[in-house]
């Protein structure tokens, strides 16, 4: 298994369906295994199929605490959201948290923006999926990511390269996302903090590679 580098507050961003919360289980969890305190804040107030929140029975095994909203699944103000985010940094725990897809879902971003560009140790990291259908091309993709910076008002650190098919994903598909990423690199002027693919898949030539497991499944998939 190959472990990526993390800090101490990790914001995942990205588009519907690219993998941000697939990615944020699996980072929650390795950072777990060292050893450290981690908490999970799940601001996906957009998605109800797919949510860190599904997973609090897993987090609970593994001493990992987490925030959602009260109404989760369902539309609320965003001021009503009761997180303590500025103690939460302070008592020195791991923060990974697990955004909504595209512009819309990054508003919930802007009430937390001042203390979270206020904490160094910090990644804002942007998933990117060459297979989804919206963002097959790197250009909309870099240009989703700007939408996504101005909605929730922080600015990204990092590319995660998440291009799978799901279950069906082998090593060629994700080497033929290598070139679209390092485009999405360059277009951004970020670095590829990540290159995601389950045991097994990962190309030789992968920048920054993240061995990951598949906890998130199709509705139609049994977990």
Same mark, same amino acid.
């Given at each position: ?102 512009? &819309? !879902? #990054? ?5 937390? =923006? $001042? ?6 140790? *910090?990644? @804002? ?73 389950? &045991? !097994? #898949? ?5 920048? =920054? $590679? ?6 998130? *499944?199709? @509705?139609?998939?049994?977990?």
């Amino acid at each position: 298994m190959i472990r990526m580098r993390y800090k101490k507050l990790t914001v995942v961003t990205g588009h519907y369906g690219a993998g941000k919360t697939n990615f944020s289980v699996n980072l929650a969890l390795d950072i777990a295994k060292d050893g450290h305190k981690c908490t999970v804040i799940d601001l996906d107030i957009v998605n109800p199929y797919f949510r860190t929140a599904d997973f609090e029975k897993l987090f609970g095994e593994n001493g990992i605490d987490i925030f959602a909203p009260v109404y989760a699944n369902s539309n609320f103000d965003i001021p009503s959201l009761n997180i303590p985010l500025e103690s939460l940094l302070k008592s020195g725990r791991y923060i990974v948290i697990d955004v909504g897809g595209d512009d &819309e !879902g #990054a508003k919930a971003l802007g009430r937390f =923006a $001042p203390i979270i560009n206020g904490f160094d140790d *910090r990644d @804002i990291l942007y998933v990117i999926n060459k297979y989804r259908y919206l963002t097959k091309e790197a250009a909309d993709t870099a240009a989703l990511m700007r939408e996504i910076e101005e909605s929730g008002s922080v600015r990204c650190t990092g590319i995660v390269n998440n291009s799978t098919l799901g279950a069906e994903t082998a090593a060629a598909a994700v080497a033929d996302s290598l070139e679209f990423a390092e485009e999405v690199s360059k277009l951004t002027g970020l670095p590829v903090t990540a290159t995601c693919a389950i &045991e !097994g #898949a990962m190309p030789e030539n992968a920048p =920054a $590679p993240y061995t990951v497991k598949r906890y998130v *499944r199709n @509705i139609w998939e049994e977990r």
